[in-house]
Nanobody
């Protein structure tokens, strides 16, 4: 069956870095656009970053541009989110999403930025 499993979240101090991974299985990963979203407590889920199926097109939310980098390895069926210069406002559950015609979501990984 289809699975998206996020990992790499945790507690980090402001200014620190984390690398999230999302391992996919059960579908043709290389044909899907992959995205990261996040949801902070009491807020709606919001877009973070998107990468096309080949990696040739990438988009970021303004709030993370210049600090976060999305990438993918189609040989490993994995998408990554490198997060640098983290701020307390980045605290959220981070989700990966796969979209072609149907969309699939992972269960999320918690990122907490706090001193």
């Amino acid at each position: 069956q289809v699975q998206l499993v996020e990992s790499g979240g945790g507690l980090v101090q402001p200014g620190g870095s984390l690398r999230l991974s999302c391992a996919a299985s059960g579908f043709t990963f290389s044909s899907y656009v992959m995205s990261w979203y996040r949801q902070a407590p009491g807020k709606e889920r919001e877009f973070v970053a998107r990468i096309s199926s080949t990696g040739g097109s990438i988009n970021y939310a303004d709030s993370v541009k210049g600090r976060f980098t999305i990438s993918r390895d189609n040989a490993k069926n994995t998408v990554y989110l490198q997060m640098n210069s983290l701020k307390p406002d980045d605290t959220a559950v981070y989700y990966c999403k796969a979209v072609r015609i149907i969309e699939y979501w992972g269960q999320g990984t918690q990122v907490t930025v706090s001193s």
